[in-house]
């Protein structure tokens, strides 16, 4: 697994707060020193019926501004902005949210945990969100001026088989590569040549859908 600090995704200004951060440890409890729990998770999980999920999560009890579930739970709803050529766009603008509680990190968490971590409990918040883009890729973006970091990675049928997990760390006024999202599957019921276009267009569109996903994979990496 690759350290923050050498992923070849981040820019001199995320290792310059990287290192600011990691010095800023110093100065926490040490039960708030785990590498997850210093950031806003987020998964981005399109899947094979063009939908996307959008799983968000904070372990309050190790991070070292959250606090308490109320603050992790207005820090999710704030921390990122789906792009559009209108502007960008809240979560709630795009779909319910569903709000639970967990115990333990996502499994697919693309760091591994601190020694440290051993045998300590966890107290997560989690924010999830599900919509149809209707488009083929998305992007989000951390708001200027957001005073939290994200580590965002990628599930569903972004993940390519046999590769890493792709994932980058994001903080205020930065933007996630595209994230491609599968065109729904054409509906069989009408018959003829109107049949016949939809299933073209939908191979189509997921070859290219496909040929977006192992860019995005790589854009990540």
């Known amino acids: 697994m690759e350290l923050l600090w050498a992923h070849p995704a981040l820019g001199r200004q995320v290792r310059r707060r990287a290192s600011a951060f990691l010095l800023g440890l110093l100065l926490v409890p040490g039960h708030a020193r785990g590498h997850e729990g210093a950031f806003i998770l987020a998964k981005c999980s399109p899947d094979a019926g063009g939908q996307l999920s959008l799983e968000l999560s904070v372990d309050y009890s190790q991070h070292p501004l959250l606090k308490d579930r109320a603050a992790a739970v207005e820090a999710m709803r704030q921390v990122l902005r789906l792009k559009t050529p209108g502007g960008p766009v809240a ?10 509680d967990a115990e333990a990190p996502d499994p697919e ?18 924010l999830r969100y599900r919509w149809e883009p209707g488009a083929l890729e998305v992007r989000f973006a951390v708001p200027s001026g957001n005073p939290h970091d994200v580590l965002f990675w990628l599930g569903g049928t972004a993940r390519v088989p046999g590769q890493e997990v792709p994932w980058r760390i994001l903080i205020a006024g930065d933007e996630t590569p595209p994230v491609p999202v599968p065109p729904r599957a054409p509906a069989w019921g009408a018959a003829g040549r109107g049949a016949l276009a939809a299933g073209i267009a939908g191979g189509l569109g997921l070859l290219v859908w496909w040929r977006r996903a192992r860019g995005a994979a790589a854009l990540f990496g």
């Open 91 to 100: 979560l709630a603008e795009l779909a319910e949210e569903s709000l639970s």
């Open 109 to 126: 968490l693309p760091l591994p945990a601190e020694p440290s971590e051993a045998g300590q409990g966890h107290r997560l918040a989690v």
